[in-house]
Each structure stands twice: as C-alpha cells, then as structure tokens.
C-alpha cells in the first residue's frame, strides 16, 4: 500500500504543474510516482530538468539498462517495473537482455562495460579503483562519458529511493525477481 497519495491533477501545485502537465502529453498518462512526486516542486523540478538533461547521455539501451542495474541494487520494485517496460518498449531490448542488464550485464559488449561499471558505482558507493575506469575506458568511454554514466546512476537512486520510502501504486506490469527467471 502506497505511503503518500498521488495528487490529482487539480491538487497539484502550481510550480509542479507544467512539468507534470509535460509529462503526462509525453507517456499519455500521469504515473503514479511523478503524481507523488510533483508534491514538493523543488525536488520534483530538479528531477525533471537531471531527467531532461540526461536523455542525451549515451543511448537509450545502455541508459534503459543502466537504470534496470541501478534499480535491482536498490531494490526498486517501482522503478523495475518501469524500466522493464521501457527498456522492451522504447529500447526494444530483448527479454533476455532486460534481464542481463538487471544482473548487471548486457550482450553488447560496449553495452556491458558500461552497466558493469555502474552497479560498481552503486554497489561500492563511488569507492571504485583504477582497473574499474580502465575497463570502462577500454571500450570506449570517454571521462565525459563515465560522468554521465555516474550521474544516471545517481539520478536512477534519487527515483529508486523515493520510491522505496513512498511505494506509490505500480503502474507498469509487475516483473519477476531477476534470480527467478
């Protein structure tokens, strides 16, 4: 049972309002955590404008399985089921690469450094050593590309946590534990 109500449109306040309002023309409905979240615009706006800034970052599969990583470390019901969708939907991930990316992997080798390096970053706290930036470096990345790498896995724990204290209502599709599938 959710531990903060999600506002209707008409409760919600006026400086949460167009982003909200944003959102909603964007997905085709208000979810429930972003209804919950608009209750504080200054948390709420800051999301959004990280949120924004960050669907330039890298691509939309290794961002989407950086998210599903991010939010299985931080056992994120919520968020699972919303990265699972998006992931299947918008980054047209395969069920088996939604669940690679939940342990931490990917079948894209690029792709795999990538999310690796990130729950080392979630799991460690940041305390990373140098062979874990070898490695991402060693695909590819750029240090401007392991920031924003850093900076998702921050932007997915603020949502991760949030709904982890509010547990508002699911709405996307449960998800199975990654272990049992």
């Not at 209804?35 to 961002?63: E, H, M, Y």
């Not at 070898?134 to 924003?148: F, M, S």
């Amino acid at each position: 049972m959710s531990r903060t109500i999600a506002l209707e449109p008409e409760n919600v306040p006026a400086e949460s309002k167009p982003t909200l309002d944003a959102f909603t023309k964007s997905i085709g409905f208000t979810p429930n955590m972003m209804a919950s979240f608009a209750q504080s615009p200054i948390a709420f706006n800051a999301w959004a404008t990280l949120l924004g800034s960050l669907s330039k970052a890298l691509d939309v599969r290794t961002r989407d399985s950086i998210g599903l990583a991010v939010s299985e470390v931080n056992g994120c019901n919520y968020c699972l089921t919303v990265h699972s969708y998006t992931a299947e939907h918008m980054a047209k991930l395969s069920a088996d690469d939604i669940i690679l990316a939940r342990k931490g992997h990917a079948s894209d080798a690029k792709r795999d450094a990538a999310v690796q390096f990130a729950r080392k970053v979630i799991e460690a706290r940041g305390h990373l050593g140098e062979a874990d930036l070898k490695a991402v470096r060693d695909v590819g990345y750029t240090d401007a590309n392991i920031i924003e790498i850093v900076a998702l896995v921050a932007m997915y724990s603020l949502t991760n946590f949030f709904n982890n204290v509010f547990d508002p209502e699911r709405d996307f599709p449960a998800v199975a534990p990654a272990g049992s599938v």
